[in-house]
C-alpha cells in the first residue's frame, strides 16, 4: 500500500524545499515551482527524484507535460508563435483548478505553461497515482 494523501503533502515539500535549498515552510500549495520557488527544469527533476525515493511513485517531466497539454496537439493548443490559444486555455482552466485565464496580462506562450503548475497540483498528480496503484 502507498502513503495516505495525508502523509503526502511533507514528502513533496520536503522534496521540494531540499532539491531548492529552502525551508520546507515556504512550499505551500499555491507556490508556483518555477515561478514563486525558483526551481529550474533541471530542479524539476530532482524533485520528482527526492518523492519517487520516498513514495515510491514515479512522476516523470513528461507525465507533468502530458497533464498541462492534455494530449492536445501543438498545433492546435497553441498558435504558430507559441502562443497557447483558446483549446489550450479551456483545457489549463480544467486541470490547473488555481488558473484563470481572465487574470492574464499577456499573451501565455508554450513556455509559460509550466510556470503555471505549483506545489497543489504536483500533489494532486502524485495523489492520483497513489490512488491508482491502490487500485491496481
Known amino acids: 500500500m502507498t502513503l495516505a494523501t495525508t502523509e503526502l503533502l511533507p514528502v513533496v515539500q520536503d522534496a521540494v524545499a531540499d532539491a531548492l ?12 515551482l518555477l515561478g514563486d520557488l525558483g526551481a529550474e527544469s533541471i530542479d524539476l527533476l ?6 519517487e525515493r520516498v513514495s515510491k511513485i514515479k512522476i516523470t517531466v513528461n507525465d507533468i507535460g502530458d497533464l498541462l497539454q492534455g494530449g492536445i496537439p501543438d498545433e ?6 507559441e502562443v497557447v490559444n483558446d483549446t489550450g486555455l ?15 496580462t499577456e499573451p501565455l506562450t508554450a513556455d509559460g505553461v509550466l510556470g503555471l503548475f505549483t506545489v497543489q497540483n504536483l500533489l494532486d498528480l ?5 490512488a491508482a496503484a491502490d487500485a491496481a
Open 90 to 104: 479551456t483545457h489549463l482552466e480544467k486541470v490547473l483548478p488555481q488558473f484563470d485565464r481572465s487574470l492574464l
Open 46 to 51: 530532482d524533485i520528482l527524484f527526492r518523492i
Open 76 to 81: 492546435e493548443f497553441g498558435d504558430e508563435n
Open 21 to 32: 535549498g529552502i525551508d520546507a515552510a515556504e512550499v505551500q500549495p499555491d507556490a508556483t
Open 126 to 130: 502524485l495523489t492520483d497515482r497513489a
